[in-house]
């Protein structure tokens, strides 16, 4: 599946606020977006007003930089939160906090989504006991997330939790940091999840195609 290489700050610069892409990286006084706020390009000194289509196109990319995602799989998560019973934008975040790459994120397992990703990817994930490496496996309440207990000693682990150990956990999730381990309690209300993304207009963009 083709995927995004280029520079990840430029994705922020582009929407016009940190998105923490690369976790708490961007809350460093290094982050390029605390030196070149502005939009990439020529033209970057100058933003224009969005149309409303504008403003509906930017919270779709917003949220699909955030979970790292390309247009193919976003639209069909969004057409499984269509299908499902209730409000189609909650419905659409909560599958996407719910995928296993961005629950290993929420509970310290990576410095960032993709670094997340990349830790289920290697099989270094266990839910319920058993090895996964799908990153967008659908993790349910009762769920138990952990690190595998040969891998718990790696050098990589104990430098990632240098990092995440002060991050909060949201109340949807039980984290055990000195196990490595993690239970989802239940699914995330629309007040849980604290990505700065208005979904109503995501919904709208998608009803307008």
């Not at 196109?57 to 955030?66: M, N, S």
């Not at 993790?139 to 138990?144: E, N």
């Not at 956990?169 to 208005?198: H, Y």
């Amino acid at each position: 599946m083709a995927r995004y290489i280029g520079p990840v700050c430029r994705r922020c610069r582009r929407e016009g606020e940190k998105l923490f892409i690369k976790g708490e990286k961007c809350a460093k006084q290094s982050c390029p977006m605390n030196k070149r706020p502005t939009a990439p390009g020529q033209h970057g000194t100058s933003r224009k007003k969005l149309s409303e289509y504008g403003q509906q196109l930017r919270e779709k990319q917003k949220a699909k930089r955030i979970y790292g995602m390309l247009e193919s799989q976003f639209s069909s998560y969004f057409k499984e939160a269509a299908r499902t019973p209730g409000v189609t934008g909650e419905n659409l975040l909560r599958l996407l906090e719910l995928r296993l790459d961005n629950v290993a994120f929420r509970l310290g397992f990576g410095r960032s989504r993709t670094e997340a990703r990349q830790v289920v990817r290697h099989n270094l994930i266990t839910v319920n006991g058993k090895k996964v490496n799908i990153p967008s496996y659908q993790v349910k309440p009762g769920d138990v997330i952990a690190v595998r207990d040969k891998s718990k000693s790696l050098q990589r682990f104990k430098d990632i939790l240098e990092v995440s150990n002060g991050r909060m956990v949201p109340e949807w999730l039980n984290s055990d940091v000195e196990n490595l381990r993690g239970t989802v309690i239940a699914k995330p209300t629309r007040e849980q999840i604290t990505i700065p993304v208005r979904e109503t207009l995501i919904v709208e963009h998608y009803s307008k195609n």
